[in-house]
């Protein structure tokens, strides 16, 4: 099983994990995304409850085990001001 850290980011009252655009579509769960998650260039910040849960099935059936290397702010993150989440393409 191939092993890949990701980056979860977390201020007091929500946690997105940060992944490659490319990581979800290799997965084939770019379409599955919520409007909850958000973007910002290549990147995709999932939102803790669902999405990030959907990344981690997604994942492991792809035989990768996924490791969340935890930052933590007590100030409203930054993220939540980058775009939402908006899938255009084929899944």
Same mark, same amino acid.
């Given at each position: 099983m191939r092993s890949l850290t990701i980056p979860y980011y977390q201020d007091?009252?929500?946690?997105? @994990?940060r992944v490659s655009i490319g990581l979800l579509h290799g997965l084939k769960i770019a379409g599955d995304i919520s409007a909850y998650s958000y973007r910002r260039g290549n990147y995709a910040y999932l939102e803790e409850d669902c999405?990030?849960?959907r990344?981690?099935?997604?994942?492991? @059936?792809?035989g990768i085990?996924?490791?969340l290397r935890q930052f933590h702010t007590n100030k409203m993150s930054k993220i939540r001001s980058y775009d939402q989440f908006y899938f255009y393409g084929d899944k």
């Open positions: 007091p009252g929500h946690g997105w @994990a999405d990030l849960s990344l981690m099935q997604a994942a492991q @059936a792809a085990n996924l490791k």
